[in-house]
């Protein structure tokens, strides 16, 4: 029987590292609305040390008329949940004189009870942590904890995850961080890997209430298909040869998987009398010696017969005798493809890939149209990730303080949005502890959830619209406080923002909150505090031809601000525009960004002084292929000149780029295929761009997928925060945390740190533009950069903006660095101030407000 079926969807996705959770058939929408966050808790069990905590202060969220709908695929995880048959749980302490709070009650598929550390007589003092023994090695990607459901003392809330081979060598955490003070269950997600024992340990109580800790149950999630800080292996000189193969029927050699070309395919012989029946297997002979820690398997096109189902992986290094296996499981029937972390990275030539189940039971067959294999990244190449640290909120958008801070803040709830509730969850990360701190903002009465944010000249924050659609807000990092200015005259949800050369905020679109149609653009003065319309803006030139309209057209502009008030307006609309905020305000062409198509969903980075790369993007905003394409824009005077530049590796809609000190650009997840609250179609292998050669090179892989409602921030260590994504309630996509990621220039072959460059003295608080720098450093500098402080959400950031400055030493270790006049190129604003070596290695900076 012939097995090569017509497929509808026709289409393969190049693999590397793309994680494909579902098929591209499960792609379409479900009618899912998203829930209310539960604003109540239940009463606790009664005994003394741990009294009723009053209700969760969430207030009864009223839907928005935008609220959205989630993916079908969304509300399924991407990695299973482990079988916990035969696994133990020992704690450092637990409760068993007052009542039942042994450890073992976490594995017992009880919510109702529950581990608890020791209260009665003296309470054992926090930290207390509970050890989980799967008594087996498996790929472990998270854990799953769910609070007792009788009360709220003992939920835990900072925290750390360590993982063990043997129970008696535990490593640094593989994850840390801080959880939301409610029942719900948490994901605490860190990077796949192959292990034994994980323990988690609680370091506080989520509300204060008392040295406790207590938990329902535990789970482990397992191989999600994401390997970590991996790269592709060249699959030059590689051969491959199967246990058997169809000739005659058609061409299903082996070979074909290693050949590049994901529409030829190999087939397990089923010509004849009898197809050959199952196990199948295909052997990958690199003809060298490499470590390996993932295979990844590509489906064929064209028809579903053959998906692998059933399947184990084991290696030799001679091709005769092979080891226990580094990876079994059974992978889903769809076109996607799929990625098997090893339970071990191992040193060897010999890959063998064994099926015994077709994924959709419709017979003895195995296909594959491409293998590849990956092994571990090398950090002076592709750089390193620090572990995952977990947010009480999923962080939507973001922004660098002075002081070593990241704010983050979602919606009115930590995990979904919906309605104009008039409140927001925040956080602040502190970069130098690790540590996440929690608050509700409710005097500004401002749901910010879909905002624009512009970062302001004296170093505030200030955010617009979103849920509670005309509201406008402003953050003072030196006092930590929030207040409310005068709402914008048009109410707006994804507008586009940025702060101006003259010190006011400029912000244009939005139609995805309020009424849709042509959301013309708005001044904020700082000196008044109030808004200024500008009818002369209007958004229809600058929409892109999205077939939702406005409500899609208009969102997420991308917008860099020159001289004289004025603004490039460089996408996603492929017609480029130029905007003058004087008086009334006007928007002409600045022409065509060369052949590019609408680019929604992608983004655009200034990398030098009127420089620009735009990256990505899609025709539509969603369930519209993304391009692999990127431009540069050069905006000289009024002329702009668009081309485009090397391709990236991988198509993106949904990505994050980071301007880098050293004018690289760093590009970070994203989809093929761009779906809001999904994470199918994946792209895990982040990009650095070289604005030297204009190509592009793949960086250490992710760990946890970063697609829509995710951000990146460039910090003042010269590393990189990637983090967020999701914010759609009960669903397996949401991702309340955040990895940092350490630049090759930062990194040694061996994964030490190179020696930086240090500023020692002469950056004052604040200067002026125009004005001279005597900056003192310890040894050589080559090089001196302002990096703007700048905040994301949606894929974008206007406020980034790279500024290399003019420099010369006047003495040993001491340099006088200028600052440039124009605050068209020198926006108003808090920067990062670096200095580099001749390797282009930044030192930490030193903030300084230009203004």
Same mark, same amino acid.
């Given at each position: 029987?012939?097995?090569?079926?017509?497929?509808f969807?026709?289409?393969?996705?190049?693999?590397?590292?793309?994680?494909?959770?579902?098929?591209?058939?499960?792609?379409?929408?479900?009618?899912?609305?998203?829930?209310?966050v539960?604003s109540?808790?239940?009463?606790?069990?009664?005994?003394?040390?741990?009294?009723?905590?009053?209700?969760?202060?969430q207030?009864?969220?009223?839907?928005?008329?935008?609220?959205?709908?989630?993916?079908?695929?969304?509300?399924?995880?991407?990695?299973?949940?482990?079988?916990?048959?035969?696994?133990?749980?020992?704690?450092?302490?637990?409760?068993?004189?007052?009542?039942?709070?042994?450890?073992?009650?976490?594995?017992?598929?009880?919510?109702?009870?529950?581990?608890?550390?020791?209260?009665?007589?003296?309470?054992?003092?926090?930290?207390?942590?509970?050890?989980?023994?799967?008594?087996?090695?498996?790929?472990?990607?998270?854990?799953?904890?769910?609070?007792?459901?009788?009360?709220?003392?003992?939920?835990?809330?900072?925290?750390?995850?360590?993982?063990?081979?043997?129970?008696?060598?535990?490593?640094?955490?593989?994850?840390?961080?801080?959880?939301?003070?409610?029942?719900?269950?948490?994901?605490?997600?860190?990077?796949?890997?192959?292990?034994?024992?994980?323990?988690?340990?609680?370091?506080?109580?989520?509300?204060?209430?008392?040295?406790?800790?207590?938990?329902?149950?535990?789970?482990?999630?397992?191989d999600?298909?994401?390997?970590?800080?991996?790269?592709?292996?060249?699959?030059?000189?590689?051969?491959?040869?199967?246990?058997?193969?169809?000739?005659?029927g058609?061409?299903?050699?082996?070979?074909?998987?290693?050949?590049?070309?994901?529409?030829?395919?190999?087939?397990?012989?089923?010509?004849?009398?009898?197809?050959?029946?199952?196990?199948?297997?295909?052997?990958?002979?690199?003809?060298?010696?490499?470590?390996?820690?993932?295979?990844?398997?590509?489906?064929?096109?064209d028809?579903?017969?053959?998906?692998?189902?059933?399947?184990?992986?084991?290696?030799?290094?001679?091709?005769?005798?092979?080891g226990?296996?580094?990876?079994?499981?059974?992978?889903?029937?769809?076109?996607?493809?799929k990625?098997?972390?090893?339970?071990?990275?191992?040193?060897?030539?010999?890959?063998?890939?064994?099926?015994?189940?077709?994924?959709?039971a419709?017979?003895?067959?195995?296909?594959?149209?491409?293998?590849r294999?990956?092994?571990p990244?090398?950090?002076?190449?592709?750089?390193?990730?620090?572990?995952?640290?977990?947010?009480?909120?999923?962080?939507?958008?973001?922004a660098?303080?002075?002081?070593?801070?990241?704010?983050?803040?979602?919606?009115?709830?930590?995990?979904?949005?919906?309605?104009?509730?008039?409140?927001?969850?925040?956080?602040?990360?502190?970069?130098?502890?690790?540590?996440?701190?929690?608050?509700?903002?409710?005097?500004?009465?401002?749901?910010?959830?879909?905002?624009?944010?512009?970062?302001?000249?004296?170093?505030?924050?200030?955010?617009?619209g979103?849920?509670?659609?005309?509201?406008?807000?402003?953050?003072?990092?030196?006092?930590?406080?929030?207040s409310?200015?005068?709402?914008?005259?048009?109410?707006?949800?994804?507008?586009?923002?940025?702060?101006?050369?003259?010190?006011?905020?400029?912000?244009?679109?939005?139609?995805?909150?309020?009424?849709?149609?042509?959301?013309?653009?708005?001044?904020?003065?700082?000196?008044?505090?109030?808004?200024?319309?500008?009818?002369?803006?209007?958004?229809?030139?600058?929409?892109?031809?999205?077939?939702?309209?406005?409500?899609?057209?208009?969102?997420?502009?991308?917008?860099?601000?020159?001289?004289?008030?004025?603004?490039?307006?460089?996408?996603?609309?492929?017609?480029?525009?130029?905007?003058?905020?004087?008086?009334s305000?006007?928007?002409?062409?600045?022409?065509?960004?060369?052949?590019?198509?609408?680019?929604?969903?992608?983004?655009?980075?200034?990398?030098?002084?009127?420089?620009?790369?735009?990256?990505?993007?899609?025709?539509?905003?969603?369930?519209?292929?993304?391009?692999?394409?990127?431009?540069?824009?050069?905006?000289?005077?009024?002329?702009?000149?668009?081309?485009?530049?090397?391709?990236?590796?991988?198509?993106?809609?949904?990505?994050?780029?980071?301007?880098?000190?050293?004018?690289?650009?760093?590009?970070?997840?994203?989809?093929?295929?761009?779906?809001?609250? =999904?994470? &199918? +179609?994946?792209?895990? !292998?982040?990009?650095?761009?070289? /604005? *030297?050669?204009? $190509?592009?090179?793949?960086?250490a %892989?992710?760990?946890?997928?970063?697609?829509?409602?995710?951000?990146?921030?460039?910090?003042?260590?010269?590393?990189?925060f990637?983090?967020?994504?999701?914010?759609?309630?009960?669903?397996?996509?949401?991702?309340?945390?955040?990895a940092?990621?350490?630049?090759?220039?930062?990194?040694?072959?061996?994964?030490?740190?190179?020696?930086?460059?240090?500023?020692?003295?002469?950056?004052?608080?604040?200067?002026?533009?125009?004005?001279?720098?005597?900056?003192?450093?310890?040894?050589?500098?080559?090089?001196?950069?302002?990096?703007?402080?700048?905040?994301?959400?949606?894929?974008?950031?206007?406020?980034?903006?790279?500024?290399?400055?003019? =420099?010369? &030493? +006047?003495?040993?270790? !001491?340099?006088?660095?200028?600052? /440039? *006049?124009?605050? $068209?190129?020198?926006?108003?604003? %808090?920067?990062?101030?670096?200095?580099?070596?001749?390797?282009?290695?930044?030192?930490?900076?030193?903030?300084?407000?230009?203004?």
């Amino acid at each position: 029987m012939q097995s090569r079926q017509p497929h509808f969807l026709g289409r393969a996705l190049r693999r590397s590292h793309l994680l494909i959770g579902f098929g591209i058939g499960s792609l379409l929408l479900a009618l899912t609305p998203m829930l209310g966050v539960e604003s109540s808790a239940a009463a606790d069990r009664g005994h003394d040390p741990r009294s009723t905590l009053a209700p969760f202060d969430q207030q009864p969220a009223t839907k928005s008329p935008h609220h959205g709908i989630v993916p079908a695929n969304a509300m399924e995880p991407a990695a299973p949940t482990l079988d916990r048959t035969g696994w133990t749980a020992a704690a450092s302490d637990e409760e068993t004189g007052s009542e039942n709070g042994r450890a073992a009650n976490v594995l017992d598929g009880d919510s109702g009870t529950i581990w608890h550390s020791k209260w009665s007589g003296t309470p054992a003092p926090l930290p207390h942590s509970i050890t989980i023994d799967m008594h087996r090695t498996a790929v472990v990607s998270a854990l799953v904890y769910l609070p007792r459901s009788n009360g709220g003392n003992g939920r835990i809330g900072e925290y750390s995850i360590s993982v063990s081979a043997d129970g008696q060598s535990w490593a640094s955490p593989v994850a840390t961080g801080t959880l939301a003070d409610d029942a719900g269950a948490k994901t605490l997600g860190f990077a796949p890997q192959g292990m034994r024992f994980v323990r988690l340990t609680a370091l506080t109580e989520a509300g204060g209430r008392g040295p406790w800790t207590s938990a329902a149950e535990i789970n482990l999630l397992g191989d999600p298909g994401t390997p970590a800080a991996t790269v592709d292996l060249p699959r030059t000189g590689w051969t491959a040869a199967a246990s058997d193969e169809e000739t005659s029927g058609e061409n299903g050699r082996a070979a074909n998987v290693l050949d590049g070309n994901g529409n030829t395919i190999w087939h397990s012989k089923w010509s004849g009398a009898a197809p050959a029946p199952f196990p199948h297997s295909i052997t990958i002979d690199m003809h060298r010696t490499a470590v390996v820690s993932a295979l990844a398997y590509q489906p064929r096109p064209d028809g579903a017969n053959g998906r692998v189902g059933a399947y184990t992986i084991t290696t030799s290094t001679d091709g005769a005798t092979f080891g226990a296996p580094v990876s079994a499981g059974a992978w889903r029937d769809d076109d996607t493809v799929k990625t098997a972390t090893f339970t071990r990275a191992e040193n060897t030539r010999f890959i063998r890939l064994t099926v015994t189940g077709e994924a959709g039971a419709r017979g003895p067959w195995t296909s594959a149209a491409e293998i590849r294999l990956s092994g571990p990244a090398s950090p002076a190449v592709h750089g390193s990730w620090d572990r995952i640290t977990g947010f009480p909120l999923v962080p939507v958008a973001t922004a660098v303080l002075p002081g070593d801070k990241l704010l983050a803040w979602s919606a009115y709830a930590v995990d979904r949005f919906g309605g104009s509730n008039g409140y927001t969850q925040t956080a602040v990360l502190d970069l130098k502890t690790g540590k996440v701190t929690q608050r509700r903002i409710d005097n500004t009465g401002h749901d910010m959830f879909c905002p624009g944010i512009a970062m302001l000249a004296d170093g505030r924050v200030l955010v617009t619209g979103g849920s509670n659609a005309e509201k406008a807000s402003i953050y003072d990092p030196a006092t930590d406080d929030w207040s409310a200015t005068t709402s914008m005259n048009i109410a707006r949800g994804y507008q586009a923002m940025t702060l101006l050369s003259t010190g006011e905020a400029f912000v244009l679109g939005g139609s995805w909150s309020g009424t849709a149609g042509d959301k013309a653009g708005e001044v904020w003065s700082p000196d008044t505090r109030t808004w200024r319309t500008l009818p002369g803006v209007p958004a229809a030139p600058a929409q892109t031809a999205d077939p939702a309209g406005p409500y899609r057209a208009d969102n997420h502009m991308w917008l860099h601000a020159t001289s004289g008030g004025k603004v490039l307006q460089l996408g996603p609309s492929k017609q480029m525009n130029w905007i003058s905020t004087s008086g009334s305000g006007s928007i002409t062409s600045a022409g065509p960004r060369a052949d590019s198509g609408d680019a929604m969903t992608g983004n655009a980075v200034a990398y030098d002084i009127g420089k620009l790369l735009t990256l990505g993007g899609s025709p539509a905003y969603q369930n519209t292929p993304a391009t692999q394409r990127a431009y540069t824009v050069t905006v000289d005077g009024d002329q702009v000149r668009a081309a485009r530049t090397g391709d990236m590796g991988y198509a993106r809609g949904f990505g994050n780029s980071v301007v880098m000190p050293d004018g690289k650009v760093a590009v970070f997840g994203g989809q093929a295929l761009p779906v809001p609250f =999904s994470d &199918a +179609t994946s792209v895990l !292998t982040p990009e650095l761009w070289d /604005p *030297a050669t204009g $190509g592009f090179t793949p960086l250490a %892989t992710m760990a946890i997928p970063r697609n829509y409602h995710s951000v990146a921030n460039l910090l003042p260590d010269g590393r990189i925060f990637s983090g967020g994504g999701g914010l759609c309630g009960d669903c397996a996509t949401n991702h309340p945390d955040g990895a940092v990621f350490t630049p090759p220039y930062l990194l040694n072959a061996d994964g030490s740190p190179k020696p930086r460059p240090l500023i020692t003295a002469g950056v004052p608080p604040r200067t002026a533009p125009g004005t001279s720098l005597t900056v003192s450093t310890q040894g050589p500098v080559a090089s001196f950069v302002l990096m703007r402080a700048a905040a994301a959400t949606h894929s974008t950031d206007n406020d980034q903006r790279r500024i290399p400055l003019v =420099s010369a &030493a +006047t003495g040993t270790g !001491t340099y006088a660095v200028s600052v /440039p *006049a124009d605050p $068209g190129v020198v926006l108003p604003g %808090t920067y990062m101030l670096f200095a580099l070596d001749a390797q282009g290695v930044p030192s930490i900076a030193k903030f300084v407000t230009v203004s």
